[in-house]
């Protein structure tokens, strides 16, 4: 049940980062159903992959070039979304780092993790 309710808070989050930002266009809230899942995806799988391989220029930046990693996700889910549009790289990112903090917050909220045996 956390799991889905977790994902459903996202999903707002998602439609209401792209009511903020301009340039930035969730048509549905099954399109923001979709953004969520494919990031969560795009997360699991092929984030860490990049993060491995940019481990030198991260180093160079100070951790400033994860950012570009998470607009890159973002991005990419723009791109295989039809109710998902982003104008520009740059709103990826604004768009990625607002969706962190969100997520952040709801999981503060959501309390800690209960683990039943």
């Given at each position: 049940?956390?799991l889905?309710?977790?994902?459903?808070?996202?999903?707002?989050?998602?439609?209401g980062?792209?009511?903020?930002?301009?340039?930035v266009e969730?048509?549905?809230?099954t399109?923001?159903?979709?953004?969520?899942?494919?990031?969560?995806?795009?997360?699991?799988?092929?984030?860490?992959?990049l993060?491995?391989?940019t481990?030198?220029?991260?180093i160079v930046?100070?951790?400033?070039?994860l950012l570009?990693?998470?607009?890159?996700?973002?991005?990419?889910?723009s791109?295989w979304?039809?109710?998902?549009?982003?104008?520009?790289?740059?709103?990826?990112?604004?768009?990625?780092?607002l969706?962190?903090?969100?997520t952040?917050?709801i999981e503060?909220?959501?309390?800690?993790?209960?683990?039943?045996l």
């Amino acid at each position: 049940m956390r799991l889905i309710t977790r994902f459903i808070l996202i999903a707002l989050a998602v439609m209401g980062i792209a009511w903020l930002i301009p340039g930035v266009e969730v048509y549905s809230f099954t399109s923001a159903l979709w953004v969520t899942l494919v990031l969560s995806v795009l997360n699991l799988l092929i984030r860490p992959i990049l993060i491995i391989l940019t481990i030198p220029v991260t180093i160079v930046t100070f951790g400033l070039f994860l950012l570009v990693i998470n607009g890159l996700m973002v991005w990419i889910a723009s791109g295989w979304i039809t109710g998902f549009h982003i104008i520009s790289f740059g709103r990826a990112i604004i768009f990625s780092i607002l969706l962190s903090v969100a997520t952040y917050l709801i999981e503060r909220l959501m309390g800690p993790r209960r683990y039943y045996l």
